[in-house]
Structures are given as structure tokens and as C-alpha cells.
């Protein structure tokens, strides 16, 4: 099953706010974590990451902020524009069954208006 | 772009046909892997490759094969479509693996559908 999964699947912003994408996961041993962005017809872009060891990581526009007390993880846009409408994923990598695996949330559609 | 290159990017097949997908890679990076995403499922992995004919079998293994003769291309081949998987299939590369922190970068998708 998913250990990873996102708040909300659908994210309206108007163009110039900020956008918060959350994502929440269970598993407390997670100890690296990777934001994607997927436009249509194209494949996930890396966007971002962070290891279990920091809170906080920036980027261009882009933070994400981990909370590991909650397990939760989100992915900040500032100034967001047109582009930046797409389907935005958080991928965590687990230990599993002896083994190392990167699980994927389902994502949430960002739509940007004008 | 991360010099991944997928073919074909869109196919439509029968039912009971074999299909292969390639995935070609200039990174020279270790790790490949196949991936298909299907709505309400996410990305789940179907093989991955660690190297030079090594290979292991993902979460959603059954009705697949991969082979890896080289570093650059891995193949995906589907022995005999089925109407369950249709669906879009990405290839994804790595330079480490998942224990070392696994930034994993995708190929464009092929687009497959079996009637």
C-alpha cells in the first residue's frame, strides 16, 4: 500500500500568491523525501528534495519544509505563475521488506489562474 | 533533460501481441528502472535494472520482462498485452541506489494502449 499521500488533489491558485502543496507520510523511518512536478503529457520533473537530518530546503521559488513530529511534508511556490500549473508529487524513500524503495503519492493537480 | 529517450512514445497494440518498450540513457547512470502510472494509483514500479544484466522484479512485476544487454538501454517487454496494461510507462534513471538517497530522473512516458 502507499505509505505517501497529499492532503488535497486539487490546488486553485491565483497567479502572483504562493501555493502550499502538503503531503503526509507514515512511515517514521522515511529518511529522504523528493518533490515532482508532471505537466501534461510529459514525465515527473525533479523538482526539489530533502534528507530526514534537515526541516527545511530552498530552492529556486520553491521551499519544502519537512516535519518529521507529524509526519508531514510540503512543498511551497512563491510568486506562482501560468507554468507552474501541473500535477505536483512527493515521493519518500522507505525500508521495506529489506530493501530500499522510493513510493510515490498519488499527486494534486495545480491549476494557476490568470 | 535528463538524456532519457523512450520508443516509441505512443503505440496502440492487440490484445495478446508482444510489445517492447526501449529506454536509452546518455548519463551513463547504473540504475534504470520502469515505471507505469495509472490514475488513482501513482507511479508503481514494475523493474528495475543495478547494472549490466542485473535486474529485479518491482511491485507490479506479473505480465512483464526486462532485459539490460548494455548500460544505455533498458528494455520492457510486454509477452503478451493484455487490456490491463494500458496505461503510460516511464523509464527512470539513477546514479545510486535507493540507499544512498535516490534522486530518480524520468523519461518522457510511452503512451500504450491495448485493444
Known amino acids: 500500500g502507499e505509505s505517501v499521500g497529499l492532503h488535497l488533489p486539487t490546488l486553485s491558485v491565483q497567479e502572483g500568491d504562493n501555493s502550499i502543496i502538503n503531503c503526509a507520510y507514515s512511515?517514521?523511518?522515511?529518511?529522504?523525501f523528493i518533490w515532482y512536478k508532471q505537466e501534461s503529457g510529459k514525465g515527473p520533473q525533479f523538482i526539489i528534495d530533502?534528507?530526514?537530518?534537515?526541516d527545511k530546503r530552498q530552492g529556486q521559488r520553491v521551499t519544502v519544509l519537512l516535519n518529521k513530529t507529524v509526519k508531514h511534508l510540503s512543498l511551497q511556490i512563491a510568486a506562482t505563475q501560468p507554468g507552474d500549473s501541473a500535477v505536483y508529487f512527493c515521493?519518500?524513500?522507505?525500508?521495506?521488506?529489506?530493501?530500499?524503495?522510493?513510493?510515490f503519492g498519488a499527486g494534486t493537480t495545480v491549476t494557476v489562474r490568470a | 533533460d535528463a538524456g532519457i529517450t523512450q520508443s516509441p512514445r505512443h503505440k496502440v497494440t492487440e490484445t495478446g501481441t508482444p510489445v517492447t518498450l526501449r529506454c536509452h540513457q546518455t548519463?551513463?547512470?547504473?540504475?534504470m528502472y520502469w515505471y507505469r502510472q495509472d490514475p488513482g494509483h501513482g507511479l508503481r514500479l514494475i523493474h528495475y535494472?543495478?547494472?549490466?544484466?542485473?535486474?529485479d522484479k518491482g511491485e507490479v512485476s506479473d505480465g512483464y520482462s526486462v532485459s539490460r544487454s548494455k548500460t544505455e538501454d533498458f528494455l520492457l517487454t510486454l509477452e503478451s498485452a493484455t487490456s490491463s496494461q494500458t496505461s503510460v510507462y516511464f523509464c527512470?534513471?539513477?546514479?545510486?541506489?535507493?540507499?544512498?538517497?535516490?534522486?530518480?530522473?524520468f523519461g518522457e512516458g510511452s503512451w500504450l494502449t491495448v485493444v
Open positions: 548519463e551513463n547512470h547504473r540504475y
Open positions: 535494472s543495478y547494472g549490466v544484466k542485473d535486474t
Open positions: 515521493a519518500e524513500n522507505i525500508y521495506e521488506a529489506g530493501d530500499y524503495k522510493l513510493s
Open positions: 530533502i534528507r530526514s537530518n534537515m
Open positions: 527512470a534513471i539513477s546514479e545510486h541506489g535507493a540507499s544512498s538517497g535516490n534522486t530518480i530522473y
Open positions: 512511515n517514521s523511518a522515511s529518511d529522504y
